[in-house]
């Protein structure tokens, strides 16, 4: 059941309540992103009306788009990344104002009444479920949400995060609204700072968030690649030393000496190698979601340790807050490679062979010559 917010026939789809804008998805599974055009609600009371500058681009959208989760349904318009300035805003809606720097990342509602709401925590949302900002359950047409890849964006209030950096800077923190929570919210409920080392796995568009939170927090950071290409592209990023995880005696030198180590790579692959390096009580924590189960680790090394291995998604709302918040006062940005929206395939076909420094931001004023 949704909520009852979401019911309200103040925000029906009607041709009176609804606008037009230009946006870019696909109509099935094997078929390539196109132009469309899209309807959006006029605000409601609580709403806040976004005119999207720019839409990262994250490999849950290649996912989605391509069928390879199930459930995606069509047309899908994806893109979670999201920031832009308020063009409009509801009577009770109070945080935000016409002009406004602002984010949406990804997720658009939740049910706001169960236990992990209450907490702050409305990814986990125990009622209705977060509603992805694309891919979601939502009464406007066509009956689930669509998402960035488009000219303009409306979302309620209370799902939506104020941007400080400085303008000329807003391209590169769309991607913080997925890549840089995902990798923050494990770094803080681990508490990772002075003192601790962290290790993070992978070098992409989540990975070289992780190096620089982690850095910015104040933790010893290791990163692992497979690839010896990448050393000092890590430590540029900020990592203290970096491991090619093929080389057994470099993984060697660091086993049982990690507090936390953050893998974010999204493919089946030996958790053991990780595990082995923790220290008592350390954490392993998977950020990427494989396309396949990972081989079961071995679990003697957890027991007599109190080891441990655990998941984490992004963060709630107020948690994305304290990112967006912590980036601007530390500088902090994502490295990014602008494209227009004509060029999302090509983007997609590059994502799969790694090949980007490290994230796709979509300039959303291309979509204008759709």
């Known amino acids: 059941m949704l909520p009852p917010r979401l019911t309200d026939p103040a925000i029906r789809d009607s041709e009176e309540n609804t606008m037009t804008v230009k946006a870019y998805g696909a109509h099935a599974a094997d078929k390539p992103l196109e132009a469309l055009d899209i309807f959006r609600r006029a605000p409601g009371d609580h709403d806040v009306q976004i005119e999207i500058a720019y839409c990262g681009v994250c490999h849950s959208d290649l996912h989605t788009v391509r069928g390879e989760w199930a459930g995606t349904l069509y047309p899908c318009v994806p893109g979670h990344e999201i920031v832009g300035r308020v063009s409009a805003v509801g009577a009770h809606v109070s945080r935000f104002k016409e002009g406004d720097l ?42 689930h949400t669509l998402g960035g890849y488009s000219q303009r964006i409306v979302v309620n209030d209370k799902f939506v995060v104020k941007v400080s950096h400085p303008e000329d800077q807003l391209a590169a923190v769309a991607p913080l609204l997925c890549a840089g929570i995902t990798t923050w ?21 989540l990975g070289h968030m992780g190096v620089k939170l982690a850095r910015a927090l104040g933790a010893e950071v290791v990163a692992f690649t497979t690839s010896e290409n990448k050393r000092e592209d890590a430590k540029a990023l900020g990592a203290h030393q970096v491991v090619v995880s093929r080389n057994a005696d470099e993984m060697k030198a660091h086993r049982g000496s990690f507090d936390l180590i953050i893998n974010t790579v999204a493919a089946s692959h030996d958790l053991d190698a990780y595990t082995s390096l923790l220290r008592r009580d350390g954490a392993l924590v998977l950020v990427g979601v494989p396309e396949h189960n990972h081989p079961s680790p071995q679990f003697a090394s957890l027991i007599f340790r109190r080891k441990s291995i655990a998941g984490s998604m992004i963060g709630g709302i107020a948690e994305t807050q304290e990112m967006l918040d912590f980036c601007a006062d530390h500088g902090i940005v994502a490295d990014i490679e602008m494209i227009p929206i004509q060029q999302i395939e090509d983007a997609y076909a590059r994502m799969t062979r790694s090949d980007v420094k490290y994230r796709f931001v979509i300039d959303s004023a291309s979509l204008a010559t759709t």
């Open 102 to 143: 602002v984010g949406v990342g990804c997720m658009v509602d939740s049910c706001q009444a169960c236990a992990a709401c209450d907490e702050g925590l409305e990814q986990y949302c125990e009622g209705t479920g977060m509603v992805g900002t694309y891919n979601g359950a939502t009464p406007d047409a066509p009956g």
């Open 185 to 205: 919210s494990p770094l803080r409920h681990w508490n990772a700072g002075p003192g601790k080392k962290v290790g993070v796995v992978g070098i992409g568009g």
